[in-house]
């Protein structure tokens, strides 16, 4: 019994010492571990000391630091978005010249011209319609409440003329005021045919326009075509540069969209739409001011493609005068937002439609995020040159920028086989004409969400030059 009792004791004691063993090892190495990061927190402190005097307290080198990467932040940005947009629309190029569809497809066309006071225009307007090589159309004007005498005017076309390949049916329709969206969607509903144009009353089409466009209906996918929009009364500082604009900022980007079959706006001033897709889509709607951003994006909703014609040519007078330009600007951002807003559900859930939300999150960036960065970006490397004694960077930032746009321009002029004397507004395109509109697009959009009424307002068509 004893001698059991004594190994028993033996065996706790071996225990009890293994324990304390395994406890002060643990301890060690605990302490070691404590000791350890003790040290490292010592070193950076000690690092953080030294180092503080030359950097948090020389606010001078920190801004100079942090100008010089927002620079570099805010050139990536630019040269990635700008070079992505050009590859894009280099493929599509591409595919174009070899995958284009052949003739040979000729459904029944209704162009639709809905004017408001377009007397000085609309004359010019019906009659480059009548020329067109198309064998198989009709042109509607909806007169929408007009005051001076478009009505009169529009009146000696109607009937049937003589065009090229038959004769071409002109219809008028009288109504009251109501929007460019309803004096659309009167026209719609009066028409028989199967692809209806959507175009202004001042636009001026090219002969082969329809033609071009109308075959990539052949494809049952496809719920609308885009044209290419160029500025008509050319010759003075801004309708020159807005002419740049529509060839290097709105054709590349549509061509980069066309390239996956997703293009955002479909412009006013020449559209072609299946009508069975307008019809799906609820046809126009008269809740925003960007009645032509709102229906694309109803019609990408419900599962259509989208294609860009580049040779359905339309011409379209552009605003001459500095006003009359930011006022045509601040109602296009303030209806780009408005259809954004409209169609916000479709940015947050991609399972209903993912090119809708890819498309609205590239409109969202395109109308908010970029002009602000735009804006912000210019005030900030200026007045850090002008503070810090950098006066040499504004040069080579503009040199930089002015560039890529030379290079752009080239470019996309080469491709639209278009005026080369309107490379050399890419001088100035990016640090005047581009930042004005930016301002423009920002105050519009501050407006807009602080809820200020806007009226639609007119451009004042002068009216004088041809196609």
């Not at 307008?278 to 009645?291: C, K, L, R, V």
């Not at 991609?350 to 960065?373: Q, R, V």
């Amino acid at each position: 019994m004893e001698l059991n009792q004594e190994i028993k004791r033996t065996e706790i004691l071996l225990e009890n010492g293994e324990a304390e063993s395994q406890t002060n090892g643990s301890s060690q190495r605990y302490l070691r571990r404590i000791l350890i990061n003790g040290a490292i927190s010592l070193f950076l402190i000690l690092v953080i000391i030294y180092t503080l005097p030359k950097t948090v307290l020389d606010v001078k080198s920190l801004l100079e630091y942090s100008t010089i990467v927002a620079l570099v932040i805010f050139l990536f940005i630019l040269l990635f978005r700008y070079f992505a947009i050009l590859l894009m629309a280099y493929l599509y190029i591409n595919q174009y010249t070899y995958d284009v569809p052949l003739g040979g497809y000729f459904p029944f066309v209704s162009i639709l011209v809905p004017v408001y006071n377009e007397e000085k225009v609309v004359l010019d307007s019906i009659k480059s319609l009548l020329e067109l090589n198309y064998p198989n159309y009709e042109i509607i004007v909806i007169n929408d409440g007009s005051t001076d005498k478009t009505k009169k005017v529009a009146e000696t076309m109607v009937g049937y003329q003589k065009g090229k390949y038959s004769d071409v049916k002109v219809s008028l329709i009288n109504k009251p005021n109501g929007g460019k969206a309803k004096a659309l969607n009167a026209g719609i509903k009066l028409s028989k045919a199967e692809i209806v144009l959507c175009m202004d009353g001042d636009s001026q089409l090219s002969p082969d326009s329809v033609k071009l466009a109308v075959r990539h209906f052949a494809n049952r996918e496809i719920g609308a075509v885009a044209g290419n929009v160029k500025v008509l009364n050319r010759g003075k500082l801004f309708t020159d540069l807005q002419a740049l604009e529509y060839i290097e900022g709105l054709n590349m980007a549509r061509s980069a969209q066309s390239f996956v079959r997703l293009v955002n706006i479909i412009p006013g001033p020449i559209g072609f739409f299946r009508k069975k897709a307008i019809e799906e889509a609820g046809y126009y709607s008269s809740d925003t001011f960007a009645e032509d951003a709102d229906l694309t994006l109803k019609i990408l909703a419900n599962g259509w493609k989208i294609y860009y014609e580049p040779n359905s040519i339309s011409f379209t007078e552009a605003p001459a005068k500095l006003q009359q330009l930011l006022k045509q600007r601040y109602r296009w951002t303030r209806g780009i937002i408005q259809s954004i807003r409209k169609h916000k559900k479709l940015m947050f859930n991609p399972s209903i439609n993912f090119g809708d939300t890819f498309i609205l999150w590239t409109m969202f960036y395109e109308a908010l995020i970029w002009p602000a960065m735009n804006i912000a970006a210019n005030l900030f490397f200026i007045i850090a040159a002008i503070a810090f004694g950098f006066s040499s960077l504004i040069f080579f930032w503009w040199a930089g920028l002015a560039l890529l746009d030379l290079v752009t321009a080239l470019y996309c002029i080469a491709v639209e086989k278009e005026e080369f004397r309107l490379v050399g507004y890419s001088i100035i395109y990016r640090m005047f004409f581009i930042l004005i509109i930016d301002i423009c697009k920002a105050m519009s959009t501050i407006e807009e969400f602080i809820g200020i009424r806007m009226s639609w307002g007119k451009l004042e068509r002068v009216g004088s030059a041809k196609a």
